[in-house]
């Protein structure tokens, strides 16, 4: 199972990492079969992205970071479609996507995501989780 987790960009100090597990236990629990391998795929950007990160290594699951193409590849011009081209490439390498996000928060960012979870010719399965940030 090829879980592709991510959501907002809130720093990582508001995030009540026990209910924050949790939630992921629980909705993973629900999509893996018995003996299956998991593997964390994520952009690796602030939030979000390292809490899942961090979760994997607690976990001992895989993990897999996809960069934007211009941290790569240093001669590539900077441009936010990068970051949307990313996404794209996540989504079609996994088997699961769960999208973590702040009660209230608007981000075209993580909106792209459902959009190309639900247009796939086979959509990818997707989980919504909105929380309140701690503090």
Known sequence: ?????????TPNDKLDRVKFEQELDSILEKYIVDG??????????????RSAQAYANK????????KPWHLIWKELPFSNSLFFYRNKQLIDNCDLVI????????????????????????????CEVYYDAAG
């Open 59 to 66: 976990k001992r699951y895989d993990f897999f970071m996809y």
């Open 1 to 9: 199972m090829r879980c592709f987790i991510t959501g907002s960009r």
């Open 99 to 126: 999208i973590l996000r702040e009660r209230g928060e608007e981000d075209n960012y993580l909106d792209d995501i459902v959009r190309r979870c639900k247009n796939k010719k086979n959509p990818t399965p997707y």
């Open 36 to 49: 299956d391998a998991v593997s964390v795929l994520n952009g690796g950007q602030v939030g979000i992205d």
